[in-house]
């Protein structure tokens, strides 16, 4: 069908791209003036710089001067805690109690598109109050106090998570039909419906959760396919190999910013920041190309393994960086961390040769009609051991995959496979969806050059390392590229690492927003698009001279 119509295919493709290319120039369309003065105002003050001003100090004022503190709440926020307090909206107490507006006339509320998604009516507003604390998080009572027991609905949810499936969906076909992958549609579906577009899903919290399992099936999906025999073979690429990428980038970095006169712990912060890689984009490509038992995807997937691990040691080190604890604290909370994930993988080894044979077993016999139950126990036993994982002060990831590798290790991992794989990409649609929903359309197009640059400098150096360290463990120059290649983005987790450091006061609003949309834009850059070609042209002008040298 889709080769009899191409002309509809690619009608629906320029349709989905224009709705959002229209979008960004919408909202750019009132900025472009403020843009106008601020350059003039930077050209004045960058001819002319201070003496005994270090190179950092330049690039500090630059990015000053690029992101304003208002650029990610350029409107007033009508929910904030001190605006509701001083325009009289809200009770101060605890938290603040935001009161309904009794007194609105009919003829002030004007339709706008975004209603249709809004279940808070007037009686709705009333009968279930918003609190807001100090720090501007939003909670919306739903759940009363009742005399008897009843089932209580989130109606919000419910809206939000229609929007995205139905977003997602068109994303899906409109690329599928354009012959790109459908992981760019759920990309830029996301941010289309979130707060950076039309702002249909407004609060992602709820969204954003539900999203997760997402990854987590995508990685015990993964553990399933996964062969330890394979993994034998990248194991000193992928462990040895991996664990220096992040040294390396750690250490550049850090570096870098001293010479330039800044501050070693954020340059350092920005190397673990960059060594990250988007396990859920990647290993979702790699499965769209069947390129999973490759070579290069064996080692690309090992990479992404033991960056995995490395989450909960980099979490330990940011309070050193930030200075709130001790360097010995610090040594300690990451000895800690490593005792803990080598105990609970020998924990796991052996269950994998004990119970779990015995238990799946058990539950295909008990399945012999249908496979409900055994579909069943298979979620249940992936999210016990991930929720395991994350509880031991892990990652929700390491866990979910290395439930994946137990069950891979018994006759049965083809069969759980197969039970899983909806699941899966239901989950995965969805997470990719909500990562969308975080990558603000209009910031990206107010400040699309530095951005660019910056995202095009992330490429070369990450492709850069990555290929030369593959390289150095004797692999040919076209699996090291294609590795390199592979990894070059920034990963979707390095928004919760971000998130952490800013808590920390490790990096300052200026340079929060230029990583935030380095991330956002590095992950379009990531998928077969016209974005990917142009990444592959520069990565592959990094090598040509070698990769044509040696004759690989």
């Known amino acids: 069908m889709l080769r009899r119509e191409p002309f509809l295919c690619k009608l629906i493709f320029l349709l989905f791209c224009f709705a959002s290319l229209s979008l960004a120039d919408e909202l750019n369309k009132s900025h472009r003036l403020e843009f106008t003065a601020n350059t003039s105002i930077s050209n004045t003050s960058l001819s002319e710089p201070r003496e005994g001003s270090s190179f950092a100090d330049i690039i500090d004022k630059a990015l000053e001067k690029e992101f304003t503190e208002n650029d990610q709440n350029e409107a007033t926020d009508a929910g904030s805690f001190n605006n509701s307090v001083a325009e009289q909206q809200a009770v101060l107490e605890t938290v603040a109690r935001v009161k309904s507006k009794k007194n609105d006339s009919k003829e002030e509320k004007l339709f706008k598109f975004q209603h249709v998604f809004n279940l808070d009516n007037d009686n709705g507003a009333e009968d279930t109050p918003t609190l807001i604390d100090r720090k501007d998080n939003v909670f919306i009572i739903s759940n009363f106090k009742s005399k008897y027991p009843v089932l209580q609905l989130d109606l919000r949810l419910i809206s939000d998570l229609v929007v995205v499936i139905v977003s997602a969906t068109c994303g899906g076909i409109a690329f599928a039909c354009a012959g790109q992958p459908v992981i760019t549609g759920y990309l830029l579906a996301g941010s289309v419906i979130g707060p950076g577009g039309f702002n249909f899903v407004s609060e992602m919290v709820q969204v954003e959760t539900v999203a997760q399992f997402g990854v987590i099936f995508l990685l015990f999906a993964l553990g399933l396919e996964f062969s330890t025999t394979k993994l034998r073979i990248v194991r000193a690429v992928a462990v040895v190999g991996g664990l220096l990428e992040i040294i390396l980038f750690m250490f550049l970095c850090g570096i870098t910013a001293m010479l330039c006169g800044g501050k070693s712990s954020e340059g350092v912060f920005v190397g673990a920041f960059l060594s990250m890689s988007s396990t859920a984009v990647v290993l979702k490509f790699l499965m769209e190309k069947n390129s999973t038992n490759a070579l290069h995807g064996q080692v690309t997937i090992g990479t992404l393994i033991l960056q995995d691990c490395a989450v909960g040691l980099l979490f330990a080190l940011l309070p050193v960086l930030g200075g709130t604890s001790g360097v010995l ?70 866990g979910s995959f290395a439930a994946g590798v137990m069950i891979s290790t018994t006759d049965l991992a083809q069969h759980t496979l197969e039970q899983i794989e909806p699941i899966r990409n239901f989950f995965a649609a969805l997470f990719l969806a909500s990562i969308g929903m975080l990558i603000h359309v209009h910031f990206l197009w107010s400040h699309v050059d530095i951005l660019l640059a910056s995202v095009i400098l992330v490429i070369i150096i990450k492709t850069a390392i990555i290929t030369t360290v593959v390289k150095g463990f004797g692999y040919n120059n076209k699996t090291a590229l294609l590795v390199g290649m592979s990894l070059a983005q920034i990963g979707e987790f390095a928004f919760v690492l971000l998130s952490r450091a800013s808590n920390l006061h490790l990096v300052e609003g200026k340079l929060y927003l230029l990583l935030l949309g380095t991330t956002a834009l590095s992950l379009l850059f990531s998928l077969k698009s016209p974005l990917h070609e142009v990444k592959s042209a520069i990565q592959t002008a990094i090598v040509v001279d070698a990769y044509f040298y040696s004759g690989d």
Request: net charge neutral; with cysteine.
């Open 329 to 398: 604290q610090g040594l300690m909370s990451m000895t800690k961390v490593l005792v803990v994930l080598i105990a609970f993988l020998a924990v796991l080894s052996i269950l994998s040769c004990t119970w779990v044979p015995w238990f799946l077993k058990l539950m295909m016999s008990l399945s012999s009609q249908t496979n409900e139950l055994y579909q069943l126990a298979s979620v249940a036993f992936c999210l016990l051991v991930a929720w395991s994982s994350d509880k031991l002060g892990l990652s929700l990831e390491l």
